[in-house]
């Protein structure tokens, strides 16, 4: 694998990052008197965690400018990711997106409420970006949940992954649906214009089946989404909800004519799992940028999104180090210590 030499950016983002209300200690949102305060967004989430890592990482956003905007700024800052390309709302109409989120226990399950209809991030526009951008990265990343925003972010979203791709970008795509943002067949047909681009493909079993209409086993589906659109990974994660505060995990990777998988992490203690599936894809993101190679992807995106499930908010908040201790705890056979001292 070849990435761009002597880039500014090892991982550019696009996509709304908004304020996160969560009640304190698994309260229910109807019952809480107070919020804490904490910024979201998925492609934050994946270039955050990648930076964490050891990785240069800028997102394009829009965000109000208001004291509002500058929280969520300060926030992408402290996740160790670049605000040059963050676009500022002056218009009457600017407003920041918010979602609540309701940690549960069993057999209460975890929920989220969304309030982002027309949030500053649905105007973005091409002309918003100046035009030396799109030679500066080795990896452009994106989900499918930007384009489900609004049209005019839809559209925006199609130019800049075309315009990176011409400047020798590899294109990264979350394919991450959300029912709640389109229709199925809107999605399916937004979602395939694009996959002749995209290089790294992040798509679960349940939305190849269910929006994609994709047939047959797993494995393939996965070498389908190579052999139709010429995609030069394709991963898969497997999530085990044992209970809301219990959870086992593995993923799948396709690379190079061959499947690579590991044992899973099982029983993982979840604290706050947002964000997590996010983290795997910052772990392989960052594998392949740092090794090349899909076994050191799989390995740093499994733990990272492991650890992740640990960690209170949205971001990833480990480093490389530590997720490399995590590894080979999750390798060795026998009495291992309990603390790390």
Not at 40 to 45: F, I, M, Q, V
Not at 165 to 170: D, I, R, T
Not at 224 to 234: K, Q, R, S
């Amino acid at each position: 694998m070849q990435f761009k030499n002597n880039t500014d950016y090892d991982i550019v983002g696009l996509g709304e990052v908004m304020l996160r209300l969560s009640p304190p200690d698994k309260e229910k949102i109807s019952q809480s008197e107070t919020f804490d305060k904490n910024a979201g967004g998925s492609e934050l989430n994946v270039v955050s965690g990648a930076a964490m890592l050891g990785v240069r990482s800028a997102i394009i956003t829009k965000l109000p400018k208001n004291k509002m905007g500058h929280f969520i700024r300060n926030k992408i800052r402290y996740g160790n990711v670049s605000d040059d390309y963050i676009i500022y709302d002056h218009s009457p109409q600017k407003r920041l997106g918010l979602y609540y989120y309701e940690s549960g226990a069993y057999p209460r399950k975890s929920s989220v409420i969304y309030d982002r209809a027309n949030s500053s991030m649905c105007s973005l526009s091409v002309s918003d970006l100046p035009d030396d951008i799109y030679g500066k990265t080795k990896i452009f990343h994106v989900s499918s949940i930007t384009m489900a925003l609004s049209p005019v972010l839809k559209e925006t979203t199609l130019t800049l992954i075309r315009k990176f791709k011409e400047a020798g970008a590899y294109i990264s795509f979350d394919v991450n649906y959300r029912a709640a943002l389109w229709s199925e067949e809107e999605a399916k047909k937004v979602v395939e214009s694009i996959f002749p681009y995209v290089d790294f493909l992040f798509v679960s079993e349940e939305t190849s089946r269910r929006m994609l209409q994709r047939k047959g086993t797993l494995e393939e589906i996965m070498q389908g989404y190579a052999n139709d659109y010429g995609c030069t990974l394709i991963a898969t994660t497997r999530r085990e909800a044992v209970s809301p505060t219990r959870h086992n995990f593995n993923s799948k990777i396709y690379m190079n004519g061959q499947f690579y998988e590991e044992k899973p992490y099982n029983n993982i203690e979840v604290i706050d799992r947002i964000g997590s599936g996010d983290a795997y894809l910052a772990g392989v993101l960052y594998g392949l940028i740092k090794y090349g190679t899909p076994e050191k992807a799989i390995e740093i995106g499994n733990a990272l999104s492991a650890v992740k499930n640990t960690v209170l908010g949205d971001m990833s908040a480990s480093s490389i180090e530590e997720i490399e201790s995590v590894i080979q705890s999750h390798k060795a056979t026998g009495h291992q210590d309990e603390m790390i001292r």
